[in-house]
């Protein structure tokens, strides 16, 4: 099973498009830290309270001498927030696979040897799991598209035209 820490914007780009179900069923075991789970606010609140309800994410809350440890990455790192050094280092406390769309936690964590991976693997994954199809992962993509302007478009556009084709 993949050990995965979710960092707040792919947490969210799952919430807000729907597909949190979805990708809460995937063969993953899925932790955050309380830092990322007290960003998720407004709408889609409630759809994240009640996966953690159901126990399908693993919210770590930090010891104070954790806490130092995040803090002394923050102080290493001051281009990250204190919520993206939590993810860092609960995926180094894990040996976790860290899920980010932040160009600045993924150099860092290239740079840590910590596995990344992005939105669009997620969608990947929910194809090859059989919990989306291509067309709607097509469709959700284009969805994330409008709300995320951080994404690669040349590579969603690629994967829109790929799985429209499918």
């Known amino acids: 099973m ?9 947490l969210i780009d799952m919430l807000e498009i729907g597909i949190s179900d979805e990708f809460f069923r995937l063969p993953f075991e899925i932790h955050t830290t309380d830092f990322v789970s ?7 609140l409630n759809r994240f309270q009640n996966c953690v309800r159901k126990k399908l994410i693993d919210i770590y809350s930090l010891t104070s001498e954790e806490l130092d440890k995040v803090v002394n990455l ?26 980010t769309g932040d160009k600045q936690l993924k150099k860092i964590a290239s740079r840590k040897n910590i596995p990344i991976h992005g939105s669009i693997w997620i969608f990947k994954q929910l194809i090859f799991h059989g919990e989306i199809s291509p067309r709607i992962a097509a469709i959700k993509l284009k969805e994330l598209m409008k709300i995320n302007d951080r994404l690669p478009e040349n590579e969603c556009r690629k994967k829109i035209k790929e799985w429209e084709s499918l």
Request: hydrophobic share 35%; with cysteine.
């Open 38 to 44: 007290s960003e998720i606010k407004g709408d889609i």
């Open 2 to 10: 993949i050990v995965v820490v979710n960092d707040a914007n792919t």
């Open 74 to 99: 923050n102080n290493n790192y001051p281009p990250l927030s204190q919520s993206d050094c939590s993810c860092l280092w609960l995926c180094q406390h894990l040996s976790a696979t860290l899920l």
